[in-house]
């Protein structure tokens, strides 16, 4: 009986693991989206991850609030640990326990969409109010002018904007049209998703092939202080590593999933 108890509590610690960063992303998104449900509904108009097609590329925007203070574009970021970056820096970093991770930098992300958005809704830039959301078990040291806030300060943030922008009406046909433009479709939306895919999948075949998917440089085998890694031969130009996943948690993995698979039939 214990036996049986052991092997399910292994069994779901390591699906837990093997799924836990979809999980966490599936989660940071729909929290958000609960709390501005919480905005009063006859004031504000709510899309959740919003797909729309600009210039035959697909963007997605994680949330969008319409009111007659303006079109709030919300990007959320859902990191924990340190976060550093500045308005102007390409790229921000997350840095966890000195694993350092970098990512685009979101206001220029968020800057971006609000471009798309402000050319196929034809409304000027300065009526959009780009917000950048981090979980709150993050901790924000940003030197910025933007709105970069933590998950929780959304709603607080919406309401202290009180400059009317649009007439009441406008927020009616603003939506309709935007409704328009969502591509909804689930085809059209695995579509956009193997896109990104294919992305990620170059990058994990030019580590295969030893290059740095980061600078073009080839890589090289190291040990380190917390396992072994393939780091850049650029290094310390540049810092790209990938550590090497351990044998007997490989074959775990592969247990795991092979058991989860039995489980789906
Ligand atoms: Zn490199």
Redesign the pocket.
């Known amino acids: 009986m214990e036996i049986i108890l052991f092997i399910f509590l292994v069994v779901a610690s390591i699906t837990f693991r093997i799924f836990q960063p979809k999980i966490k992303g599936y989660l940071g998104e729909k929290s958000v989206a609960t709390i501005i449900s919480f905005l009063p509904s006859n004031k504000y108009k709510i899309f959740n991850d919003l797909l729309i097609e600009s210039n035959g590329r697909t963007i997605q925007i994680d949330h969008l609030v319409i009111s007659i203070y303006g079109i709030f574009v919300i990007e959320t970021k859902n990191y924990k640990g340190w976060i550093t970056g500045s308005d102007n820096s390409e790229y921000w970093t997350k840095n966890m326990f000195g694993n350092k991770y970098k990512f685009y930098n979101p206001i220029k992300q968020n800057k971006a969409h609000i471009l798309a958005l402000n050319k196929q809704l034809g409304i000027s830039f300065n009526n959009f109010i780009p917000i950048i959301a981090f979980s709150n078990r993050a901790d924000l040291r940003v030197n910025t002018a933007y709105n970069v806030i933590y998950i929780s300060q959304i709603n607080r943030l919406i309401k202290e904007y009180t400059d009317i922008k649009f007439q009441e009406n406008d927020i009616q046909k603003l939506y309709d049209k935007i409704s328009q433009l969502n591509i909804v479709s689930p085809e059209a939306r695995r579509q956009h998703i193997s896109e990104v895919h294919n992305i990620i999948a170059t990058k994990e075949q030019m580590i295969q092939q030893g290059i740095?998917p980061?600078?073009?440089?080839s890589l090289v085998f190291r040990s380190g202080k917390y396992g072994d890694f393939f780091g850049?031969s650029?290094y310390p130009k540049?810092r790209?590593t990938k550590p090497i996943e351990r044998r007997s948690n490989y074959f775990l993995n592969k247990l795991a999933k092979k058991f989860i698979k039995s489980l789906l039939k």
């Open positions: 740095c980061k600078c073009g440089h850049c650029n540049c790209f």
